[in-house]
């Protein structure tokens, strides 16, 4: 699926607006949250356009599969002892941009259950 011109994350892939790039690969880029809720808080995205979790599913498990993988890595890489991955899917659980994006929290004590 070809990149949405109007989209925020669409345009960070591109490089349009500037961002905090952690990790880029063919299939994913990572960048740290502009607002972040944790020491660590990174936002891992598919290098293609498709507006949550579940679309991205439909569309590449296989994508799906490296965005977990490269959220792991990156924790491995700063030594989180234990982090939280959460795809926010639809206004009513706090999605904002609609584009598929994994958080990566850590550095932090986690509560459970979430608000
Ligand atoms: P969500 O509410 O799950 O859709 O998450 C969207 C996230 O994107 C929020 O945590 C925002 O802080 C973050 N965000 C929005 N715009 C940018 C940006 N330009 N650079 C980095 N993070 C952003």
Redesign the pocket.
Known sequence: MALDPTC??C??IQGD????IVYRDESVVA???????APT?V?VIPTIHTPNASELAKISPTILAAIFSAASSIAGDRGLDGYRT???TGES??????HA?L?LLGGRGLAWPPG
């Open positions: 925020i994350f345009k960070i607006i500037p961002a905090d960048f740290n949250d502009l607002n972040p809720q808080h936002l959460v795809f926010n659980a706090g999605q904002s941009v609609f994006h958080h």
